[in-house]
């Protein structure tokens, strides 16, 4: 299975953005024009099993009824309504999808819908949300796109569908994906950005299990939480055990993609940065890639999900809608894959 690939405009940072730090805190800022997508969103419950449900944020194009459709998950502790899934919503909008926002089991106040907790290497409700939008909406083709994290998950479930994955797939989108956990753990320990950013994690993923706790008592303990002040001594106290890995490490390397793509069998975008503070770019450079059309993109400049741009490229095929580069790409590389998707094979 081979396909051309896409011809994306070059990224040009913003040139008061040098430091990955600084362009990573910018990108995590309000933007405006955003609020109107959030006005007119629906919100409904997708079953993933008979102990988990999950919420959904659905955008619908105006005056339109699409037979393709994005679904964007969250990276940690983040939302259907991060900032950078609402543009990259706004985006794929604009291009005529049908857009999910998925928020991952106990994000966005989502704790009462399951007693599972929230772990990096989950798919199921990917894949259950997908099939949702199929039977529901009449979809024909869906396209996936995660961010950091949430890239993770994409990839994932990618992999494991192998040589059989479903008709309706179109294509996966990664930005900025965490795939080796413990890689990306290790760097919180690197200076002054990386550990306020663990503080913001920590306190993001104390919240989660505290929240669980208020609505049952006796789904978790919370004895031990004081202490922790590491996203690895939260993941060895609670992800783990809690989603039956033996401990931290144990996690990490079953739960991350790692280096290995060549399961995959669907087109699909892997897109980082060589500056990204908080996922080395080693693991991108081993990557191992099958018969797919995988197409891996490393800017030298970026930082951590945030790419945001000199300005808006021009290009005879495509038009930014933003300085978000990379929310673009994601956005273009679906439509490119819908646009060669065949009828028969939907």
Known sequence: MTAP???????EPHPLLARPAVMTWIGTLPRRGIGALVAREESFEVRVDASTKVRVALDRPVGSTPRSAIVILHGLVGSSASIYVLGTAQKALERGFLVARLNARNCGGTEA?????????????????????????????????GFSIGGNQVLRLAVGYGDAPPP????????????????????????????????????????IVERRHAL?????SLAGIDG???????????????????????????????????????????LTARDDPLVPVETFEALAIGPAPI???????????????????????????????????????????DARASPGSS
């Open 5 to 11: 690939a896409i011809d994306f405009p070059p990224y």
């Open 113 to 145: 819908l399951t007693r599972e907790v929230y772990n990096g290497g989950q798919t199921e409700e990917l894949d259950a949300v997908a099939r949702e939008l199929v039977e529901r909406e009449g979809v024909e083709r869906v396209h996936l796109v």
């Open 168 to 207: 309706w797939l179109a294509s996966i989108g990664a930005l900025s994906p965490c795939i080796d956990f413990a890689a990306s753990v290790a760097t919180f320990q690197l200076g002054l950005f990386q550990r306020a950013v663990q503080r913001r994690f920590v306190q993001g993923l104390k919240a």
């Open 216 to 220: 049952d008592p006796s789904s978790i």
């Open 228 to 270: 922790i002040r590491t996203v690895r001594a939260f993941d060895e106290r609670f992800t783990a055990p809690l989603s039956g890995y033996a401990n931290a490490a144990d996690y990490y390397a079953q739960a991350g993609v790692r280096t290995n793509l060549a399961p995959i069998r669907v087109p699909t975008l892997v």
């Open 295 to 337: 197409q891996v993109v490393i800017t030298e400049r970026g930082g951590h999900v945030a790419f945001v741009g000199k300005r808006p490229a021009r290009t005879t095929t495509w038009s930014d809608a933003d300085r978000r580069w990379a929310e673009n790409r994601a956005v273009q590389f679906a439509f490119a894959h």
